[in-house]
C-alpha cells in the first residue's frame, strides 16, 4: 500500500495529474490485476539486458510526461525479436519522438514482454459526481469504440455482479470461443473487475482508470495498456 500513496506523491509532486505506464502497472499488480512484465531503460546497453531477462519477442514504448497516445507518434515498436532490433527499435522511438513531439521531455524507453494477440476486453474506472467509483467492461475495438457494448456498475462490486456485467454484453459470445477459438478466461476477468473496483474504492483520488486493451487467454490475462488519472 505504500507503494501506491508513493506512486501518487511522486506524480503530484511533479505536477502530473496522471500516472506513466510503469506506473500505471505498479498499481495494477499491487491489487494483483496481470500487466506485462516490464523494465524502464534509460540506454541501448539497458534496453538489451532487460529485452534478454524479459525473453524476445518484446516491445519497446517511449516513456514521456508529454506524449499520450504514443502508439500514433511512432512512440510503440511490437515484436522486436533480437538485440539488434532492440537497438534499432530504442533509436527509432527516439527519433520518432524527436521529429513529432519535438520538445517532449522523454524519461526512457519501456522495455515489456509481448502479450500474444487475443481477444481483447476493456476495463474501466470512473468517479461519477453522483454515485463515487463506477467500473465499466466492454470488449475492445469496435465494440467499446464503436458499437457502444459497454456496461457499468456502482463500485464496491462482488464477483457475482462481476460475472453479470460480464456475460451482460451483447458481444460476450466470443468470450465464450467463436467459431472454434477456445473460450477465453472468464475467472480472470471477474477478479480484475473486483479488484479494479477495489482499488477505486481504497483510492479515492482516483478520477479515471483505464486498462485498454487487456489480452484475455484460455488461461489468464494480461494488460497492454494501463493509464490512471488523478483527481
Ligand atoms: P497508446 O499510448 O497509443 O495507447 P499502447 O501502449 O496502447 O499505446 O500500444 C498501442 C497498441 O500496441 C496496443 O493497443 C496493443 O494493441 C499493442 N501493444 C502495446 N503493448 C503491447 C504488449 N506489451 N504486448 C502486446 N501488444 C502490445
Ligand atoms: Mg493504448
Redesign the pocket.
Known amino acids: 500500500m505504500v507503494v501506491i500513496s508513493e506512486i501518487f506523491g511522486k506524480a503530484k509532486s511533479e505536477g502530473r495529474k496522471f500516472l506513466l ?1 510503469h506506473e500505471a502497472k505498479m498499481v495494477c499488480m499491487e491489487y494483483d490485476i496481470p500487466v ?1 512484465k516490464l523494465k524502464v531503460a534509460t540506454s541501448v546497453q539497458e534496453a538489451i539486458k532487460y529485452a534478454e531477462e524479459i525473453g524476445y519477442p518484446v ?1 519497446l ?1 517511449i516513456l514521456s510526461p508529454d506524449v ?5 507518434v511512432g ?2 515498436i ?1 515484436n522486436v525479436k533480437s538485440s539488434k532490433e532492440v537497438e534499432e527499435a530504442y533509436n527509432k522511438i527516439l527519433r520518432n519522438i524527436k521529429e513529432k513531439v519535438p520538445n517532449a521531455k522523454i524519461l526512457g524507453v519501456t522495455v ?4 500474444p ?1 487475443s481477444t481483447e476486453v476493456i476495463v474501466g474506472g470512473l468517479k461519477d459526481p453522483q454515485f463515487g467509483p463506477v467500473v465499466m467492461f466492454g470488449l475492445g475495438g469496435i465494440f467499446v469504440e464503436i458499437l457502444k457494448d459497454v456496461t457499468f456498475r456502482i463500485a464496491p462490486i462482488n464477483e457475482e455482479e462481476a460475472r453479470e456485467m460480464i456475460t451482460e454484453v451483447k458481444a460476450y459470445p466470443i468470450l465464450e470461443g467463436y467459431r472454434g477459438a477456445p473460450p477465453a478466461d472468464v475467472d480472470t476477468i471477474v477478479k480484475i473487475l473486483v479488484n479494479t473496483s477495489k482499488l477505486m474504492m481504497d483510492y479515492q483520488e482516483i478520477k479515471e482508470l483505464d486498462l ?2 487487456i ?1 484475455v487467454y484460455e488461461k489468464g490475462a ?1 494488460t ?2 494501463a493509464r490512471i488519472i488523478l483527481e
Open positions: 505506464e506485462t516491445v514504448k499520450i497516445h504514443k502508439f500514433d512512440g510503440v511490437l515489456q514482454e509481448m502479450a494477440p485498454n486493451p489480452m494480461k497492454v495498456d
